[in-house]
């Protein structure tokens, strides 16, 4: 054996003694010379069901059940481990004999974790159509659940994870991951990487414990992990301890719209801490920072209410259109059924009735001109829910209330208001946001205590979001600096010859002359263009960009400016619906058009016929999936909370915002996205911090 071969079978001796002596899973044995291993040892499994009382015919037909699900040969990976997990989850419903009744046979015990058997295999030999062999096998009733593939120190844990990559490839032994919920990589300087089935290397997660928390399962964690040295021992009792597995596989899993995900740490632990405040209907504010997952947190929550309560109902309030539509699409994203209110009447009539058990309800509406207003927007809302309120009015069933970006002050009011409505209900506050000193009384007054917190350096340092990087430009000095215009052509001209770039320069050299004597939007439009040719993640079309203006009419003016200098893959997405109406009465006889009819007309060129829900659904999704054919969006207000978009690397703000709006906005660019992508870029051309 080799010093390499030799230091990863320490490592693997000591992992599976910590297995064995700490959390308690029984050995199974070095598989690497038996003949054909599987991700159900029926055997295992068999004795099992039959400790549990099942017959041999029941057991017989739900592991013929389980088995058919796992070797489907037609469906994809994803919907095949999905299958599984149904089966897992809920249980196979069979029958003894043709005519009997359905039972349902449960091949794991999600109440009692320790009425369950834990194993653990190494060296497992898998035969596809290309043998491998992964490290470490768990094992739970004989079906396999989570895998680890471990790395000596000096050897990068990333390449435990691609291993797991290629394990699932088809030319590899993609069937054995049919079963499987978590899916590791680690060594003893990196410490554990997590995912599930085909998790990209750059989403796989690191486990940390949440020192805050004090249910007993966390501390006794904390002292399990106290006992041992390395960072990967600690993160592998974290993660690994029999109930927290079990725990993690039942209520953290989701499938959602064609990818398998798993809860963060802090996703996790802020579950964890609703859940006795729930039971005890106390109310508080759950803060967990932009970018962290907040909208799974609700999913989460949500789905431990409707399990657990009985008669419970859900409803969740926000007051963005976009919040609004990201909280359904998750929902019914991972199969949970949410109905959308369509007024403050449709949600009373809604709650009059037994169903449905999940809505969202909206407080926010955008007049016909795109003006709002935050207070009108729920002082009408309120004042629609007290006009509307019928005399017999009684909510049915026990109703939780989740209020999204509750740091605003508006919330106090609509707190008020439901409450006189739905006097019994628990309230939970949601906020991303940093809830500053103004409001952090008024916030806490009304919705009680902090619930759970995970602020924005935690974040950043766990490496959830990225850190912020901020500039401020001053438009006339950073457009008229000879050294910027020369960096400008030295990115443009690379690769050609010295003639070439000769002649080329003597055609710039007005270049200085002719910006210098733009106007401020056109100054702007001209440094965007310019960081697009010369920024790395701009440049090469893996990053985009977004860029704040100031109003409806700056937006349209600076997606025309773009247009005539040639930077065609930009759009804008704001509240505003062009109607005919919007430019009757605005000729004045000048020979100049108004705003009115500049923003009418450049609108409806964009929108080419396309309606402007349309035309933002698409705009919004080539932005995030094919970041090289839109690269700028232009914004005022829309899209600067709920609009997850990774791509997004630097952010343009020309226009005066501040607090809240402004924490928000920023935090648009702070998604992670590769290791090309090491920060997200604040530009900001109105000085404003």
Avoid at 306 to 318: A, F, G, P, Q, Y
Avoid at 641 to 651: E, H, N, S, V
Wanted: glycine content about 6%; charged content about 30%; aromatic content about 10%.
């Amino acid at each position: 054996m080799s010093k390499v071969e030799e230091t990863e079978r320490m490592t693997q001796n000591r992992v599976v003694e910590l297995f064995t002596e700490k959390l308690g899973y029984k050995y199974l044995g070095n598989l690497q010379d038996k003949d054909n291993n599987r991700n159900v040892e029926t055997r295992i499994l068999r004795n099992y069901l039959r400790r549990k009382g099942y017959s041999e015919g029941l057991i017989n037909r739900a592991i013929y059940r389980l088995n058919s699900a796992i070797k489907n040969q037609i469906k994809s990976p994803y919907d095949i481990n999905k299958d599984v997990y149904g089966y897992l989850r809920y249980g196979a419903e069979v029958r003894e004999d043709i005519g009997e009744n359905k039972l349902t046979v449960r091949f794991i015990n999600w109440d009692d974790v320790y009425d369950n058997e834990f194993y653990i295999a190494e060296e497992v030999s898998i035969q596809g159509e290309h043998t491998k062999r992964p490290d470490i096998v768990l094992y739970v009733n004989g079906i396999a659940l989570g895998v680890l593939e471990l790395k000596r120190s000096t050897v990068s844990v990333t390449e435990g994870i691609r291993q797991n990559l290629d394990n699932q490839e088809s030319v590899f032994i993609r069937p054995f991951f049919h079963t499987m919920q978590l899916v590791m990589a680690g060594n003893d300087t990196e410490g554990l990487r997590y995912g599930t089935i085909e998790t990209p290397e750059k989403y796989y997660l690191s486990w940390k414990e949440d020192e805050k928390a004090q249910d007993r399962l966390s501390r006794e964690v904390r002292e399990l992990a106290d006992g041992v040295e390395h960072i990967l021992d600690k993160q592998l009792i974290g993660m690994c301890h029999k109930q927290r597995f079990l725990d993690i596989i039942y209520y953290f899993t989701v499938f959602d719209r064609g990818i398998k995900k798993l809860c963060r740490p802090n996703q996790y632990f802020g579950v964890k801490a609703a859940i006795p405040r729930i039971v005890q209907k106390e109310s508080g504010i759950i803060w967990h920072t932009q970018g962290s997952g907040k909208s799974l947190t609700m999913v989460w929550i949500a789905k431990w209410i409707r399990e657990n309560i009985s008669d419970s109902r859900v409803l969740i309030i926000t007051d963005r259109d976009e919040l609004d539509r990201q909280i359904e699409k998750v929902f019914k994203g991972v199969d949970e059924e949410i109905y959308r209110t369509k007024s403050g009447r449709d949600l009373l009539e809604k709650l009059n009735e037994t169903t449905p058990l999940m809505l969202c309800s909206l407080i926010h509406k955008f007049g016909a001109r795109g003006v709002k207003d935050d207070d009108a927007s729920y002082d009408e809302y309120i004042a629609e829910l007290n006009a509307d309120l019928p005399p017999d009015f009684e909510a049915k069933g026990d109703i939780y209330v989740f209020v999204d970006e509750c740091h605003r002050t508006q919330s106090g009011r609509l707190h008020t208001a439901m409450r006189e409505i739905l006097p019994d209900s628990m309230f939970i506050g949601f906020t991303g946001t940093p809830l500053l000193k103004k409001d952090k009384a008024t916030s806490i007054e009304v919705f009680g205590s902090y619930i759970h917190t995970y602020k924005f350096d935690e974040a950043v340092k766990d490496q959830v979001v990225l850190d912020l990087r901020y500039e401020a430009r001053d438009i006339g000095q950073q457009i008229t600096s000879q050294k910027k215009i020369d960096q400008w052509f030295e990115a443009k001209t690379r690769g050609l010859t010295d003639y070439a770039r000769t002649k080329l320069k003597q055609r710039w050299g007005t270049m200085q002359r002719v910006l210098s004597s733009r106007s401020r939007l056109e100054q702007i439009v001209r440094d965007i263009i310019f960081d697009m040719g010369t920024k790395d993640r701009l440049q090469n079309g893996r990053g985009n960009a977004m860029l704040i203006a100031g109003g409806i009419y700056e937006a349209c003016k600076y997606y025309e400016l773009f247009q005539v200098a040639g930077f065609t893959k930009c759009a804008v997405v704001t509240s505003y619906v062009p109607n005919i109406n919007d430019i009757k009465g605005e000729t004045t006889g000048e020979g100049k058009p108004t705003e009115n009819v500049e923003k009418y007309r450049i609108y409806q060129g964009m929108l080419n016929g396309r309606s402007p829900e349309d035309f933002e659904e698409e705009a919004k999704r080539i932005f995030v999936e094919q970041p090289a054919q839109l690269k700028l969006l232009i914004v005022v207000d829309k899209l600067l909370t709920g609009f997850d978009a990774p791509p997004a690397t630097y952010l343009y703000i020309d226009k005066r915002m501040k607090d809240h709006a402004l924490f928000q906005a920023i935090c648009r660019v702070n998604r992670l996205d590769g290791d090309d992508k090491e920060y997200g870029y604040i530009v900001d051309y109105m000085d404003l911090f």
